[in-house]
């Protein structure tokens, strides 16, 4: 590690001990000032128990070196001493890059809950079949996570498909693990309707947003335009009674929401402003990112929802994220929730990059 990385440790450690004697202090301020240090010292914690840890690795290896290079030491000590080092040793580098991880710039919306949209792609009746089973893919893994999963609107075909399916996840780290599923997810099988026995392609797009508070974005009455109609399609035996339905179009970048699922026109347009939201964030998340340098990005892609990131192919079993050249033999499972292999190596690759962008 370098002399400027040391010095910056140190001044880590000394202003974790500050936050520690101010939130000791019967005088430490006001209840905002409280929960802002609070809220700091909790987010320095880790950092400075790796750091601890990695000069108490440190502090380790000068022993073991100052007793290797005293002559008094006897040959049985001097042989445990050599192995005892060369372990010691074989870890620095792990506790070093740990260290080096956690001082990496932390992504805001990481924390945040997700909104997940799923729209049928190219290839008909058969993408929209397969939009509804990555519908429930991620269903199943936030099931898995103890995540909750609540099914904001869905779009669906008369055999079961999705043209469009949106929910809300919320939980911890949601946004992190999902970030890097935006984009164009491929399918390779042979459809049920398909009496040859031929192998179709088709695609379904996944977006993943971060769940924007209304402190993110703020929404004023004069920017949006309400309408409101009656509810279309299935959903009982209010549909086409009351204008329950809701579209919201915000004026200033023409993004436009609809909601029809709830009976009540006041929950649907509560559930149209939460995706509205996440939708302007997300925007406003591109044009950031947009004016960065390009070679700050994630090798693992920009996000663009038309990249295409993943193809799922039936006939041999297998699942291929084509950005980290990843093939997994064993499809049923990833289709049944168990995604974690393939966002672990995402969230690795971008690791990799971002620590090699900041050496």
């Known amino acids: 590690m370098s002399t400027n990385l040391d010095d910056k440790l140190q001044r880590l450690i000394g202003r974790y001990a500050e936050l520690e004697h101010g939130l000791n202090s019967p005088d430490g301020g006001d209840s905002s000032s409280f929960v802002r240090m609070s809220k700091e010292y909790a987010e320095l914690t880790p950092v400075v128990v790796a750091i601890k840890q990695l000069n108490d690795t440190r502090r380790e290896l000068a022993d073991l070196d100052a007793l290797l290079g005293d002559s008094a030491t006897d040959a049985d000590m001097r042989e445990l001493a050599a192995k005892e080092r060369e372990a010691v040793a074989r870890r620095l580098p792990d506790v070093e890059r740990h260290v080096q991880v956690l001082l990496l710039p932390k992504d805001e919306a990481d924390t945040k809950n997700a909104i997940l949209e799923v729209r049928a792609g190219t290839g008909g009746e058969e993408a929209a079949l397969f939009a509804a089973d990555l519908f429930r893919m991620y269903q199943r893994y936030a099931e898995e996570h103890g995540w909750t999963f609540e099914t904001m609107a869905t779009n669906e075909t008369g055999i079961g498909g999705y043209k469009e399916a949106i929910a809300s996840i919320s939980g911890r780290d949601v946004f992190a693990r999902l970030k890097h599923e935006s984009g164009v997810h491929r399918v390779q099988r042979i459809p049920a309707t398909e009496a040859g026995g031929r192998i179709h392609t ?53 993004i436009v929401v609809t909601q029809q699922d709830e009976k009540s026109q006041h929950k649907n347009k509560a559930k149209a402003l939460k995706i509205l939201r996440a939708r302007i964030y997300d925007r406003q998340r591109d044009e950031l990112d947009a004016a960065r340098s390009a070679s700050r990005r994630s090798q693992v892609g920009s996000g663009d929802r038309s990249e295409r990131i993943r193809t799922y192919n039936f006939p041999q079993g297998r699942v291929t994220d084509h950005r980290i050249n990843l093939t997994l033999y064993k499809l049923d499972r990833v289709m049944d929730g168990e995604v974690d292999e393939l966002i672990d190596a995402l969230l690795a690759d971008e690791q990799a990059a971002r620590l090699a962008d900041v050496q």
């Open 202 to 254: 088709s695609a379904a797009t996944v977006a993943v947003l971060p769940e924007a508070e209304e402190v993110d974005v703020v929404l004023n009455d004069k920017d949006l335009r309400i309408d409101v109609y009656r509810s279309s399609g299935p959903g009982g035996q209010s549909v086409n009674t009351t204008d329950s339905a809701v579209r919201i179009t915000h004026l200033p970048t023409g």
